[in-house]
């Protein structure tokens, strides 16, 4: 779907996505791309920011409020970092700055569709060689266990103790990727290929954001992490901090 109020952006968008095999639903306002994912939710949505009678940040802030999972691809004039920084911050799981490259358009569209065409769950775990000093996951039942924090790969549900965490797309894989090797340390490029497999156009800044948005979902403090730490110049790391309590007052 592609939701856009310029109809000759539109268009062009839907000729190069025809072009490609692809069925394009065009909308031209917020709150019909509501209605219309509601009553058949697409592949993808391709969203414009400035929209009538509600705008793409809207229409993406209500569809991860009612977790819906379909990957949204932002489609925006504006290009101050706060701005786009925003959108992923909301659920967006990529996004674009006007004007663009079409070729760079789709590019970024089949890497989004092969992402969730691939993974109905978060797909296989990733089983690079060990990094010393790393953790085995602990792994029972199909879920990924770190401490109190549980992964359910199989449902797509993540707990905090008894507490339940609602994770984007993005959010999940990245923090499933983790889990799965408890205290290995992953560079934002990892974390990028796990989001995005090896896509040149998504930025390494989209990592920092997920990042940040796990931290306020999974820390007591997410500004004092104890789980999800920052390994200065290379990356982060998910660890038990029950676990380093114990190292501390041996």
């Keep these: 779907m592609v939701a856009e109020d310029d109809a000759k952006q539109a268009e062009l968008v839907r000729r190069y ?14 709150r019909t791309a509501l209605d219309k994912v509601r009553h058949r939710e ?21 569809l991860r409020a009612e977790c819906r999972e379909v990957p949204v691809l932002m489609l925006t004039a504006r290009s101050t970092e706060d701005d786009l920084l925003l959108g992923l911050d909301l659920g967006a799981d990529d996004y674009m700055t006007k004007p663009f490259s079409p070729r760079e358009l789709m590019a970024r569209v089949r890497t989004l569709l092969r ?21 085995d996951a602990v ?30 797309p993005g959010e999940f894989r990245i923090l499933t990727a983790m889990a799965a090797e408890p205290d290995r340390v992953f560079t934002r490029q990892r974390l ?23 931290r306020k979902k999974i820390e007591h403090a997410p500004r004092r ?4 730490l920052t390994v200065f110049g290379v990356g982060y790391k998910l660890t038990d901090p029950a676990k380093k309590a114990h190292r501390a007052t041996s």
């Design 192 to 214: 990028l290929e796990e989001l995005h497999g090896f896509d040149k156009y998504i930025s390494g800044r989209t990592v920092d954001v997920h990042v940040m948005n796990l």
């Design 139 to 168: 792994v029972e039942d199909g879920t990924l266990s770190v401490g109190t924090l549980r992964i359910d790969t199989a449902r797509h549900e993540v707990l905090v103790g008894e507490m339940p965490v609602e994770c984007t």
């Design 42 to 62: 697409p592949d993808l949505l391709v969203l414009d920011v400035m929209m009538p009678r509600a705008d793409g940040l809207d229409v993406v802030r209500i």
């Design 17 to 30: 996505l025809e072009h490609e095999g692809h069925s394009v639903t065009v909308v031209g306002d917020g």
């Design 115 to 135: 992402r969730n065409r691939g993974s109905t769950g978060p797909g296989p775990l990733p089983a690079p060689g060990p990094t010393p000093g790393a953790a």
């Design 225 to 228: 992490p104890t789980r999800l």
